[in-house]
């Protein structure tokens, strides 16, 4: 009797915790993507402001993006303006370059670690995971520190100096995209049958024939991701960039960060726009990628 | 001291005898030779118009490289690390003396440098460069407050103003300028090298900071317009700049009566610069009367350049802002930064990495 | 061919020969040249030369000790707030039960984060500038008659800390919670366990790993941040990322800031270790 009611009594307390426990489940996801969400929509809607001000909407107004666009076209456009665009061309042939490099590299790791019997492979582990957790701003010093060395080294040598650019961008970029390539494909192989790369074998495919007929084919949507995976970083990398980069080889992120901190007009609203609704589309067709990816394994 | 005061002479000089004469101008031609190379420059923040680049690379046929810096400090790092590329760098007085010393500059050609002859002559020869062998001057100007004139009505007179206002307050990233004006409250020459002397102005500046929310880089002009302080210590132009945008009387410069900062910016050329031919034409380019004006009716500095204030291309609202061209009285008031040598540099940069650290305590 | 070739051609360590020359290149050599140049002394012009010195540790453990502590608190805060908002996020998002109400919860967590750094950081400064959208809509509906000073203070590096790494925290949750298996739950309520000690229990642990990764992803990247406190911090949100910047800037002292940075790297290593080691306990118990 005296066990059931004590019994009744924790099921009482039970029950207002499990409710307010379910409040709190709800109330936390609202809160949470209200938080997550709207700084993104105040810069969006401040890109059709009419005023410079981020105080008051005054009016709906499409000039911002048309100052954009205008130089686009080729139409005349300001200084400024042409510089932002000079540093978007920058940041896309960084960006492709970078992704060629590290998704080669890396799925070639990938495919090494995979299979590989090799002594160091715990070490090997240890040093693709270093890149992705290292503060950034380390990294970005450390490659800074390292180019200057090698180019004064160089300068002592041949008499000719180097100067960085976009071959130290991308050697950067390089080596931080290379762990996130290799992560990605490393997953994609972990599910793959290795029975089916032998069978190739046993039927007299030499092993070249069987890496590109069988196992690419494969392993081809995890390369595709992480090479988009990549391309985004790249395309997003400030610290790294801003270190490594010579004259003239400003990105977007580096002419972006320079520009937030020297004007107030929409224009930067309007660029923050186009670029998210850049990266929305990158990533959507990433996930497709990896949608299809699923649905076929 | 004694050697700024022979700089100062000059500047009293500068208040424009603004006696407008049209003249008839030809347009500058760019010499032949020079189509599609590369030029590469490397100056302040919001320092020049914005067709002086495009107009240049249209007359040379050329492509110009264009980035920007906050602080002789800053461009000084970079040029040291090892030029990464760049043709023209843009240093205050005291950084070219520092520069020329490392031989981090390299001599200009005045025979590719015909529009020198359009330069006031007293501006030439200054203590920092007395050849001119390595800098012709760009513009000229001065450190002082900038300030929201809704919170001050009655304006701006005295640094005390500053230090003990109530409200956010925006400081500048110019360490030798900071130390500076802490300096004159002691009663120190604002180019000491004594370590005592540095340590004790950076103390000053420690227990006057309090209202301090940022040291801006060369950007506080912008947090003045954005209303995020009501004090940015800045250099004159930048402030005047965001009036002439506005259209509005909200914000105004003032240079306190216990004096402030007066410099002079120069075009030179680094050490492994890759194009230092187009350099000197691009340098000469500046030097033209009607683009020398432009760029000064566009960021609102002092023109070092005598043809542009006499050929009237200079607006007249420029010539006659105290703002821009200080009275000779105040000018008087006023300190140039030079080099204090390298010992003195690192005591001044501990000092500075120690204010930015416990200002905001 | 030579046998050693052959061998590494067999055994799969060739096909990773080009990818480890160039992580040593352009990895490691770097980090070896920081460690270097930190212990040597600081040359005409901020770079490093000869004698070694231990000069640049000793000033990093004094004046700048109290950045370090600021870094590491802001960075350890950051992580226990993205915890208590990302732990129920997570499993809201986990147990929505049509699969596309739930790539669509996720989706939404995740898209903020495709959206360049910078600008996401920007979009504060608009929101709690003294005259931004945060203090005027309060303004216009009377619950203060002046701004509040929200923008260049560590409240605000700490919304933008927050803001930029909770995604990091949200899904390895996630992922943990949709490996976990409810039944478990309910096993838990027929023996008599209330709804506390069940979470505790049973849900806490099993769903630690992706506690701990969220953790490790948070921390880290916090600690060394330096476009946050940069953008939003001013002089009270100062950071040790902006010191290490402005070594390699206006103060010009490579050596310094090569130890600054070492220091930083030195309380990572440490973090990954206690996650390490908080990883292997778990698994054993």
Not at chain 1, 142 to 167: N, T
Not at chain 3, 10 to 23: D, H, I, M, R
Request: net charge negative; with cysteine.
């Amino acid at each position: 009797m005296r066990q059931s009611l004590i019994n009744e009594g924790a099921l009482r307390r039970n029950r207002v915790i499990r409710r307010l426990g379910s409040v709190g489940l709800w109330l936390n996801p609202i809160f949470a993507y209200f938080f997550l969400w709207a700084p993104i929509l105040i810069l969006v809607l401040f890109s059709f402001n009419n005023s410079r001000s981020v105080a008051s909407f005054t009016g709906f107004t499409l000039k911002w993006y048309s100052n954009i666009l205008n130089n686009v076209m080729g139409a005349e456009s300001a200084f400024s303006t042409e510089i932002m665009l000079n540093a978007f061309r920058n940041s896309l042939f960084v960006g492709t370059i970078a992704t060629a490099i590290s998704t080669v590299l890396g799925t070639m790791i990938a495919l090494a670690m995979a299979r590989g019997k090799f002594r160091g492979l715990r070490l090997l582990d240890g040093l693709l995971f270093l890149p992705v957790v290292i503060p950034e701003i380390t990294q970005a010093i450390s490659l800074a520190i390292f180019f200057k060395v090698v180019f004064d080294w160089a300068a002592l040598i041949s008499g000719e100096r180097i100067f960085p650019g976009f071959h130290t961008i991308i050697a950067a970029h390089v080596t931080f995209n290379i762990s996130y390539v290799a992560i990605v494909v490393r997953a994609r192989l972990a599910d793959m049958d290795p029975q089916l790369e032998e069978a190739a074998n046993d039927l007299g495919a030499n092993p070249w024939q069987a890496f590109w007929r069988v196992t690419f084919p494969l392993i081809l949507p995890g390369v595709i991701s992480g090479a988009l995976l990549a391309f985004t970083l790249s395309l997003d990398d400030f610290v790294i960039t801003f270190f490594t980069s010579g004259v003239g080889t400003s990105t977007l992120p580096v002419f972006v960060y320079g520009l937030l901190k020297l004007t107030v007009t929409p224009e930067v609203n309007a660029i923050s726009t186009i670029m998210m609704v850049l990266s929305t589309i990158l990533i959507g067709i990433s996930l497709a990628m990896q949608g299809r990816n699923a649905s076929r394994a | 001291m004694k050697k700024i005061l022979l700089l100062l002479p000059v500047l009293l000089l500068l208040a424009p005898l603004s006696l407008a004469q049209d003249m008839e101008h030809e347009p500058w031609t760019c010499p032949e030779g020079y189509e599609g190379q590369t030029l590469s420059i490397f100056n302040w923040s919001t320092y020049i118009a914005e067709d002086t680049v495009p107009n240049f690379e249209e007359a040379c046929g050329v492509t110009v490289n264009y980035d920007i810096y906050e602080s002789n400090e800053a461009m000084l790092a970079r040029i040291r690390q090892g030029n990464p590329g760049y043709d023209i760098v843009v240093p205050s007085g005291g950084t070219v003396q520092r520069m020329a010393e490392e031989m981090l500059l390299i001599p200009l050609d005045m025979a590719m440098i015909p529009n020198v002859a359009n330069l006031i002559p007293d501006l030439l020869g200054a203590a920092y460069d007395p050849e001119n062998t390595y800098s012709l001057p760009y513009q000229w100007g001065t450190v002082g407050v900038g300030y929201s004139t809704e919170v001050f009505p009655d304006g701006i007179t005295s640094w005390n103003q500053v230090w003990e206002h109530d409200g956010p307050v925006a400081w500048l990233d110019d360490r030798q300028t900071m130390l500076g004006i802490a300096h004159l409250f002691l009663d120190n020459d604002p180019n000491t090298t004594d370590p005592d002397e540095i340590n004790a102005a950076r103390d000053y500046l420690l227990e006057k900071g309090g209202n301090v929310v940022t040291v801006a880089a060369d950007d506080g002009q912008v947090l003045l317009e954005r209303g995020d302080v009501d004090i940015a210590i800045e250099y004159n132009g930048d402030i005047l700049q965001i009036s002439w945008d506005c259209e509005c009387d909200d914000y105004a410069y003032a240079i306190p009566e216990e004096g402030s900062n007066v410099w002079i910016d120069n075009l030179s050329i680094p050490v492994d610069a890759p194009n230092p031919e187009l350099a000197m034409v691009f340098i000469d380019y500046i030097l033209d009367a009607k683009v020398g004006a432009d760029l000064t009716n566009y960021i609102w500095y002092a023109s070092p350049n005598q043809a542009s204030i006499e050929s009237g291309f200079i607006d007249e609202e420029i010539l006659n802002d105290p703002a821009i061209f200080p009275p000779p009285e105040q000018v008087a008031n006023l300190f140039a930064i030079i080099d204090v040598g390298a010992e003195a540099e690192e005591l001044i940069n501990n000092a500075w990495d120690e204010l930015l650290i416990f200002l905001g305590q | 061919m030579p046998r050693w070739l052959s061998r590494a051609r067999k055994n799969g360590s060739l096909l990773a020969l080009p990818t480890v020359l160039w992580l040593v290149i352009f990895f490691v050599t770097p980090l070896v040249i920081v460690l270097a140049f930190s212990f040597m002394s600081r040359g005409r012009g901020g770079v490093a030369i000869m004698p070694f010195t231990l000069n640049h540790y000793e000033r990093t453990f004094d004046i700048f000790f109290i950045i370090l502590q600021r870094s590491i608190g802001l960075a350890a805060l950051t992580t226990v707030i993205c915890l208590i908002a990302g732990y129920p996020l997570a499993f809201f998002i986990s147990t929505r039960r049509r699969r596309l109400v739930q790539q669509i919860t996720l989706f939404l967590v995740i898209l903020p984060f495709w959206t360049n750094f910078l600008i996401r950081t920007y979009a504060w400064r608009i929101l709690l500038g003294e005259e931004g959208t945060i203090n005027s809509a309060l303004l216009n509906l009377g619950l203060i008659s002046e701004p509040l000073p929200l923008l260049n203070t560590q409240l605000a590096v700490l919304i933008g800390l927050v803001y930029g790494f909770l995604p990091f925290m949200v899904l390895p949750i996630f992922a943990s919670v949709e490996r976990f298996n409810f039944r478990y739950v309910d096993a838990a309520h027929d023996l008599g366990a209330n709804d506390i000690r069940t979470f505790l229990r049973i849900v806490l642990p099993l769903t630690m790993p992706g506690v701990l990764a969220g953790c490790a992803l948070v921390f880290i990247p916090s600690v060394g941040a330096f476009v946050t406190p940069d953008l939003l911090g001013g002089t009270k949100g100062l950071m040790i990322g902006n010191l290490i910047n402005n070594q390699f800037g206006g103060s010009g002292n490579m050596p310094l800031g090569s130890a600054l940075s070492v220091v930083m790297m030195a309380v990572v290593m440490l973090s990954l270790l206690v996650y390490v080691f908080a990883n292997r306990r778990d698994r054993g118990a």
